[in-house]
C-alpha cells in the first residue's frame, strides 16, 4: 500500500484532516499547537483511493523537542510517496511556511499544497501561496469535509497504481482436508497481527523500549515526562509474526490530571488498552508497582486482556532479588483476580530481556486463545466439587452445579450451570479460578465464570 504524509508547521489543521481521510478520530485534536509530536500511521480512503496515511509533528520554532519532532517528519517525507503540504487559508504564507516549503521541493517528491480552513472563498489565495513554489493550492477544510473531491482528483494523478495487496499475498492457505478445527484456527490467528500495546506511568521508558523492539529511534523520548500525547501503532514483524505495536502516554493519578488535552490523551490510552490483545505495563525498577501502577492493571484484567509485567531499567537496581521478591509478593495480594502473572526483568536502553519478554508474549496470546472440552470441564468440576463441596443455601442444602461448559475465548469465559446460581459466594468461584489455572496452564490469564441457572423442564407443564 502506498504511502502519503501530511507535514505542515503546527496548528493548520494536519490531525484534523487525518482522521478525516482516516474516518475516525485516531489523532488528537486541540485548539493547543504541537499537540502531535510522533508520526501517527492508518489506514485511509478517499473515493476509490486506499493508501498508507502518516500524520506528522508541526514544524515550530526551534527548541529542542521540536529539532527532534522535525527530524521525524522528514522521515517521513522520505518514506512518503506523495505529501500533502497543508497551510492555513485564513493567513498569509508564514515564515515556517516557506520553510517547509523549501525542504520539500528538495525532497524531490510528489507535492500535493493544501490550504485548509477555507470554509468559504479567500481573496489572497492566488497570490500568496503561489510563493511557496508547490504548484496549485487546493481549498479544503478538512473540519468540514469541503474541497475533498479536489484532493482526490489530485491524488489519483499522483499515487502510483497498487499491484495485489499484500494481506492477500500473507493469506495461509488452509487445507480443511488434512487439518483439524484447533488446527485451522491456529493457523488463522498466526496469520492476523498481534495487537500489542505498551502502557504504565509516564516515564518509565515506554517509548524507548518500544524503539529500541524497533531497532531504530522511531519514537521521541526524552528525560522529561509526557512526551508522548497521542497512541501511536506501528506495524512490526518479530521473528516471522505480525504486530501492531501501540506506544501510549503516560497515565498519571485522576487526581494530578487538570489541563484538557492531558485528559484526551488518557482517554486515547484507554482505547489502546480496550484494542489491545495484550498489554505490557512498564514499571521503573527503582519504583515498583505503585497505586497507579496496580490501577493501570486492574483495567488490563477487567477488560479482559492478557498482562505482562516489564520491570524496566534493571541494570541500574543493585538488590535485584530482594526487588523482585517484593514485587511478586505485591502482585500476588493486590491482584488476587489473575495468579501467576508473567513479570519480566528488562532494560529498554540495553535491550536486556526483550528476546524472552516478546516470546512470554505470544505464550500468553496462546492461552488466552485457549478451549477446554466440555467432558474435561465436567470431570474437572466433579473433582472440585469432592475435594471442596459447595456451600449449604438458606434451604439447608448444599448449592448444586449441574454442569459446566467454555462458552468463548479472549479471555477464556465458563458457564456454570446451577438451579440455584445466586446463593454461591465469590469465594468458591476464586476457588474454581485457580483450579482452572492449575489444571489446564491458563496462568497469567484472565478468566471468566459465571453462574446460570438451568431451565426447568417441569416449569411450562405447572403453569398449564
Known amino acids: 500500500m502506498k504511502t502519503v504524509a501530511i507535514v505542515g508547521r503546527t496548528n ?8 478525516r481521510l482516516c474516518g475516525r478520530r485516531l489523532a488528537i485534536v486541540h485548539d493547543e499547537a504541537g499537540v502531535t509530536r510522533d508520526r501517527k500511521e492508518a489506514e485511509a480512503h478517499l473515493m ?5 496515511l502518516v500524520d506528522t509533528a508541526g514544524l515550530e520554532e526551534t527548541t529542542e523537542l521540536a529539532q527532534a519532532m522535525w527530524q521525524q517528519t522528514q522521515t517521513a517525507v522520505m518514506e512518503a510517496d506523495v505529501v500533502l503540504a497543508v497551510v492555513d487559508g485564513r493567513e498569509d504564507v508564514m515564515p515556517l511556511d516557506v520553510k517547509m516549503a523549501q525542504v520539500l521541493r528538495k525532497s524531490g517528491k510528489k507535492i500535493i499544497l493544501l490550504a485548509n480552513k477555507c470554509e468559504g472563498k ?3 489565495l492566488a497570490g500568496s501561496f503561489y510563493r511557496l513554489g ?11 469535509g469541503l474541497g475533498l473531491s479536489d484532493l482526490h482528483e489530485a491524488l489519483k494523478k499522483v499515487l502510483p497504481k497498487e499491484e495485489r495487496k499484500p494481506s492477500e499475498e500473507q493469506q495461509p492457505i488452509i487445507d480443511e482436508k488434512i487439518l483439524h478445527d484447533k488446527e485451522k484456527e491456529r493457523l488463522i490467528r498466526q496469520s492476523k497481527p498481534l495487537k500489542l500495546a505498551i502502557v504504565g506511568r509516564p516515564n518509565v521508558g515506554k517509548s524507548t523500549l518500544i524503539n529500541t523492539l524497533l531497532g531504530k529511534e522511531r519514537l521521541l523520548t526524552g528525560p522529561v515526562a509526557g512526551v508522548t500525547r497521542d497512541a501511536v501503532t506501528i506495524p512490526w514483524e518479530w521473528r516471522g509474526r505480525q504486530i501492531l505495536l501501540t506506544d501510549t502516554a503516560g497515565l498519571r493519578k485522576q487526581g494530578k490530571i487538570e489541563h484538557e488535552l492531558e485528559k484526551i490523551s ?8 480496550d484494542f489491545a490483545e495484550v498489554v505490557i505495563l512498564v514499571l521503573d525498577a527503582a519504583q515498583p508497582m505503585e497505586k497507579q501502577d496496580l490501577l493501570i492493571a486492574s483495567k488490563v484484567l477487567n477488560e479482559g486482556r492478557c498482562l505482562l509485567i516489564a520491570l524496566n531499567k534493571w541494570d541500574t537496581v543493585e538488590r535485584q532479588k530482594q526487588v523482585l521478591n517484593a514485587l511478586k509478593e505485591k502482585l500476588a495480594v493486590s491482584l488476587q483476580q489473575v495468579k501467576g502473572l508473567p513479570v519480566h526483568t528488562v532494560s529498554a536502553k540495553t535491550g ?10 505470544f505464550q500468553l496470546y496462546e492461552l488466552w486463545n485457549k478451549r477446554v472440552p466440555t467432558h474435561k470441564l465436567n470431570d474437572f468440576l466433579a473433582q472440585m466439587t469432592q475435594a471442596h463441596p459447595t456451600p449449604v443455601a438458606s434451604n439447608g442444602k448444599r448449592i448444586p452445579m449441574k454442569y459446566m461448559t467454555q462458552v468463548s475465548t479472549r479471555p477464556p469465559t465458563f458457564v456454570i450451570f446451577s438451579s440455584n446460581p445466586d446463593s454461591l459466594p465469590e469465594s468458591y468461584l476464586r476457588y474454581l479460578s485457580n483450579g482452572l489455572r492449575s489444571a489446564y496452564g491458563l496462568e497469567g490469564v484472565p478468566i471468566r465464570i459465571t453462574m446460570r441457572k438451568r431451565a426447568n423442564p417441569y416449569e411450562k407443564q405447572g403453569k398449564k
Open 12 to 19: 493548520v489543521g494536519k490531525s484534523t484532516l487525518f482522521n
Open 48 to 52: 476509490d483511493l486506499s493508501f498508507r
Open 122 to 124: 479567500i481573496a489572497h
Open 134 to 144: 508547490l504548484g496549485d493550492p487546493i481549498p479544503v477544510s478538512a473540519e468540514h
Open 266 to 273: 488518557v482517554a486515547d490510552t484507554l482505547n489502546a488498552i
Open 352 to 361: 536486556y530481556g526483550l528476546n524472552r519478554m516478546m516470546s512470554d508474549v
